[in-house]
């Protein structure tokens, strides 16, 4: 994000970055107008995703550098309601964000090094006027077309993630969920769906109400608990920040029957449950007894994922290139599992990650 220097002949000024400009590009492209006290953004549609790629981003530990935009992220939302000082608008929604970069780092600068940061950050045009005034006095927060994706690779080179990471990051094995087929190299069958920025944050009933295959998400709760039944008292245990997730998977994907609401269980279950879990056979005891926590996982799962266990479930995140064909895969989550255990039995340690 930059930095505070007083070396050099010019007093205090501040170090831009190539990630603070990207950022302040996101918002010019998000904003509609703005104040010192208020900032109007446009219809989500009519703004532009701009994906923030951090290659090899474990290369260092996550937590010492990526802190603050973890904490930050969770405070993004988009509501309805009056409007406060502190929201950013758009039409009969509300959207807020803590501030990445401090107002009173800002503040700091004087009035030359305030002039000197406007035009690195090419915000000197009159238009964006009311956009400065807001990042003087609020600080500068994270927009909502923003999509932060990282690449890592999971080797004794590499520093490993933490649950808080995990918890809030959204985990995908391309081994898994973008698999190599060689045959395809030269013209490919499959592509990934088109992602783009959320609008949801947390679920309500109403979100759910359109759901065919789980209308009140009262499904989704109880494959959840279930699971939770067999995690309690381990470091495992899922809590609400999980059924959250769950939910909003639920609510994004919006399967039409069992089958497809499995694959987003299963899917959840690929992205955030398993990557949680790593240990040795003491770590990995079941509650309650010494039979494996990865065992009694996929037997639960042997009974909450039958649909989709005997027959291939579809793809949520690759499509066909061929129009109207569903790509079908195998349950991934039951694989891994049976991976993961076997690899214990083995070695006496596993994890999720090759």
């Not at 391309?174 to 013209?187: A, I, R």
Request: glycine share 4%.
């Amino acid at each position: 994000m930059g930095y505070i220097s007083r070396i050099g002949q010019n007093g205090t000024h501040y170090v831009v970055t190539e990630l603070l400009s990207f950022i302040i590009k996101s918002w010019k492209d998000a904003f509609e107008s703005a104040t010192e006290t208020e900032l109007i953004c446009k219809d989500p549609i009519e703004m532009t995703p701009y994906w923030l790629c951090l290659d090899e981003m474990n290369l260092a530990p996550v937590e010492q550098y990526f802190a603050d935009y973890l904490s930050v992220l969770e405070t993004r939302k988009w509501q309805d309601g009056v409007c406060r000082p502190d929201a950013l608008l758009w039409q009969d929604g509300i959207y807020s964000c803590d501030a990445l970069l401090k107002p009173a780092i800002i503040n700091q600068l004087n009035t030359t090094g305030l002039k000197t940061l406007r035009e690195e950050l090419l915000l000197s045009d009159s238009q964006y006027n009311g956009l400065w005034a807001y990042f003087v006095k609020q600080g500068i927060p994270l927009p909502p077309n923003l999509i932060v994706a990282g690449t890592v690779n999971m080797d004794e080179t590499t520093h490993g993630f933490s649950r808080k990471v995990i918890d809030r990051a959204f985990t995908i094995d391309f081994g898994v969920f973008y698999s190599n087929t060689f045959d395809s190299f030269f013209e490919p069958k499959t592509q990934a769906r088109t992602l783009t920025f959320p609008l949801l944050t947390q679920v309500s009933k109403e979100d759910l109400l359109a759901v065919i295959a789980d209308s009140d998400g009262q499904k989704s709760i109880e494959f959840l608990t279930e699971l939770n039944s067999i995690l309690k008292d381990t470091p495992f245990e899922l809590a609400y920040r999980a059924l959250n997730e769950l939910l909003l998977a639920v609510v994004s994907f919006n399967p039409k029957d069992e089958v497809e609401l499995q694959a987003v269980w299963d899917d959840f279950l690929m992205s955030k449950v398993l990557p949680r879990i790593d240990g040795d056979s003491d770590k990995l005891k079941a509650n309650g007894d010494d039979s494996s926590l990865l065992t009694k996982l996929a037997d639960k799962l042997k009974i909450s994922l039958s649909a989709i266990i005997e027959q291939q479930r579809p793809d949520l995140l690759r499509v066909n290139i061929n129009k109207g064909e569903i790509l079908l895969v195998d349950c991934r989550s039951i694989k891994k599992l049976a991976w993961m255990q076997s690899r214990l039995e083995s070695n006496g340690f596993t994890t999720f990650w090759p």
